[in-house]
């Protein structure tokens, strides 16, 4: 193999298929990104067996085809600092592979581009499109209350739902739902998958934040894949039913709070800080007319918070783990929320003013 | 103690105090910031026995006088975080202090201020006066190769010493000799000291950026004072005779460069990129004429990098850690430096064109 092209091009998409090399693993193989030019095509690859990216075809000079597996980091590393425009790539005898650019030449001992591992088939057939920053904030808006429990192996997902013209993701930790929608652009027969929670952490930083750009799903029965045009991602799916949800969330409430969302946010904040364990000491929620205090207790001392918001209905004490309801709070870009509550020992809901794009559901503590 | 100041500019001098606290100690009392109230004076102190600060008075409205100490930790996110433009600190029973403003109101739980260590005592007899800014630089082009290894305890310290209206700060792990001089205002007879490196890292982060801003220094035998104004740090100083450092540096060489800073820095870095163990590989600079050829090898693959420079004197080949020359040309603020070289197995010497404000002497690696 040898080709030149543009340095800043193949930084970009090194650190695209970044995104999935192995960062500790026994096959060293997984560190590694393959690098294949056809007579009119060079592409990267990696793939750490449970997630893949492939670039698209990258502009370059391609003047012999062949490929070669060289280990992301040094390879990144390299072309990051390589005070030159443009880099010549060349494989040498022993998988040896020379790069070269400005005033810097590198021979590094890289791998047979025939050990690197294949990237799963997957047909595509029924493409669901999304805006990639719609996908962006689907995403980032419900990631953080997956279950971080392997024992639970379905809940280290999130559910992807398609159904009445709209993508709904869910996950759920067993102390909190998170829930979002967005419309999809045709309807489409119901489908859902569980996409593992650390393909969508990764997806989540190549995709785009541009309104216009697309990206395609496309589902199989083990795996899905993510047409970003610039690359694609395919992963595998997790196996088995997920929990039913719906019926927990209701209309139904005894006292609705209309509440300042990065008020209310602070005030948590604050009251947090007299625990010594990270956030786990609970705060307490003192639903008052139109005031709701805060307060919290530990071994340090105490914290007293009074927010003022729209009290509708009966007043009431109720106690939460405050990440839960700062992680929430932090997922919402709207000023103002509404928060329901059907009592003390009720899970409450936060659900936007109008609309119904989103819900978050947290359990209570017992007080 | 009763009294309201400004939060923000409560807020500033926690900042400040806080470079004293300990962070892990058996002794509790030494996470603490002391609060002191008197009747026209409220300052805060830290101590963490090696090294103690106090600030200047604070301007604050003073309704009780006394003192409290209370975890600086908690303290500083409990200010950092109050959403009102002043705040109230009173003390209770038991050690209680309530901290009140905005709409939050936070109980804690402190220390008797009697149980605060006191700090030293250091009579302020002769000033040396210098910049803030220039102590800041003298310090940050040296600190980097005091040594890291507590059986050379003399070596982990900076050495001062007032000479011939100048002020010389030095550094030396064995490896290599960091030398850096500051004219003073005034003569003084010789005095040297050597002043701990952890106090050293603490005062960078403190001394002003601001041109104006000036610091005094005073010394005794045991404790060094450091007058910012706005705060004085008091600090041990290190017992015992520093190394002699200066016949290692002479003005004889053999070969001698003048070369471009950041690009030596540069191929330095990308050279060391074959280097597994943290830069640990040595480089190979090969002196040739107009161009110097730096060269890696390792089980990874080999680098090669160019630099032209104008070269004066034998060719000649010589390794580094490459650690140690970047350290000391990131150091430097001039855009090209002088290297001189005396042979392969002899330390090289990094000058200015001009002047002799530093030197740093960087022994070789046998190749």
Same mark, same amino acid.
């Given at each position: 193999?040898?080709?030149?092209?543009?340095?800043? @091009?193949?930084?970009?998409?090194?650190?695209?298929?970044?995104?999935?090399?192995?960062?500790?693993?026994?096959?060293?193989?997984?560190?590694?990104?393959?690098?294949?030019?056809?007579? #009119?095509?060079?592409?990267?690859?990696?793939?750490?067996?449970?997630?893949?990216?492939?670039?698209?075809?990258?502009?370059?000079?391609?003047?012999?085809?062949? /490929?070669?597996?060289?280990?992301?980091? =040094?390879?990144?590393?390299? =072309?990051?600092?390589?005070?030159?425009?443009?880099?010549?790539?060349?494989?040498?005898?022993?998988?040896?592979?020379? &790069?070269?650019?400005?005033?810097?030449?590198?021979? &590094?001992?890289?791998?047979?581009?025939?050990?690197?591992?294949?990237?799963?088939?997957?047909?595509?057939?029924?493409?669901?499109?999304?805006?990639?920053?719609?996908?962006?904030?689907?995403?980032?808006?419900?990631?953080?209350? &997956?279950?971080?429990?392997?024992?639970?192996?379905?809940?280290?997902?999130?559910?992807?739902?398609?159904?009445?013209?709209?993508?709904?993701?869910?996950?759920?930790?067993?102390?909190?739902?998170?829930?979002?929608?967005?419309?999809?652009?045709? /309807?489409?027969?119901?489908?859902?998958?569980?996409?593992?929670?650390?393909?969508?952490?990764?997806?989540?930083?190549?995709?785009?934040? /541009?309104?216009? #750009?697309?990206?395609? @799903?496309?589902?199989?029965?083990?795996?899905?894949?993510? *047409?970003?045009? =610039?690359?694609?991602?395919?992963?595998?799916?997790?196996?088995?039913?997920?929990?039913?949800? /719906?019926?927990?969330?209701?209309? *139904?409430?005894?006292?609705? @709070?209309?509440?300042?969302?990065?008020?209310?946010?602070?005030?948590?904040?604050?009251?947090?800080?007299?625990?010594?364990?990270?956030?786990?000491?609970?705060?307490?929620?003192?639903?008052?007319?139109?005031?709701?205090?805060?307060?919290?207790?530990?071994?340090?001392?105490?914290?007293?918070?009074?927010?003022?918001?729209?009290? #509708?209905? #009966?007043?009431?004490?109720?106690?939460?783990?405050?990440?839960?309801?700062?992680?929430?709070?932090?997922? =919402?870009?709207?000023?103002?929320?509404?928060?329901?509550?059907?009592?003390?020992?009720?899970?409450?809901?936060?659900?936007?003013?109008?609309?119904?794009?989103?819900?978050?559901?947290?359990?209570?503590?017992?007080?």
């Amino acid at each position: 193999m040898k080709l030149t092209c543009s340095k800043d @091009l193949l930084l970009h998409y090194i650190n695209i298929v970044n995104k999935a090399v192995s960062s500790r693993t026994t096959l060293p193989i997984l560190e590694c990104i393959l690098l294949h030019a056809e007579t #009119d095509r060079f592409t990267m690859t990696a793939n750490n067996l449970e997630l893949g990216i492939q670039t698209a075809p990258i502009d370059a000079t391609i003047i012999q085809t062949g /490929e070669i597996a060289i280990e992301a980091k =040094i390879f990144h590393e390299i =072309i990051r600092r390589l005070n030159g425009e443009t880099v010549t790539l060349e494989t040498g005898e022993n998988n040896a592979i020379t &790069i070269t650019g400005g005033t810097s030449r590198f021979t &590094i001992m890289g791998q047979a581009g025939d050990d690197f591992p294949s990237l799963p088939q997957v047909a595509q057939e029924e493409a669901y499109t999304l805006g990639q920053n719609e996908l962006r904030n689907l995403i980032r808006q419900t990631i953080f209350s &997956i279950s971080q429990e392997s024992t639970k192996q379905i809940l280290t997902g999130e559910l992807f739902e398609m159904k009445e013209h709209c993508m709904h993701v869910v996950s759920i930790d067993g102390y909190r739902i998170s829930f979002r929608k967005s419309p999809l652009e045709h /309807e489409f027969a119901p489908k859902s998958v569980v996409v593992p929670g650390k393909t969508l952490t990764e997806l989540m930083k190549i995709l785009s934040q /541009e309104e216009e #750009d697309k990206v395609q @799903l496309y589902f199989t029965e083990k795996h899905v894949l993510f *047409d970003l045009g =610039i690359a694609t991602m395919v992963s595998r799916l997790l196996e088995g039913d997920y929990v039913s949800y /719906e019926n927990n969330f209701t209309e *139904d409430y005894k006292t609705k @709070l209309i509440i300042h969302t990065a008020e209310l946010i602070q005030a948590l904040e604050r009251a947090s800080l007299v625990s010594r364990d990270n956030r786990k000491t609970p705060v307490r929620l003192e639903l008052r007319p139109n005031v709701l205090v805060i307060t919290a207790r530990s071994d340090m001392g105490t914290a007293y918070e009074e927010v003022p918001n729209e009290t #509708d209905g #009966d007043e009431m004490q109720i106690a939460f783990n405050p990440r839960y309801l700062i992680e929430a709070l932090r997922a =919402i870009e709207d000023e103002k929320v509404a928060i329901r509550f059907t009592g003390s020992l009720s899970p409450c809901t936060i659900v936007p003013l109008e609309g119904n794009a989103y819900q978050y559901l947290i359990l209570p503590l017992r007080m």
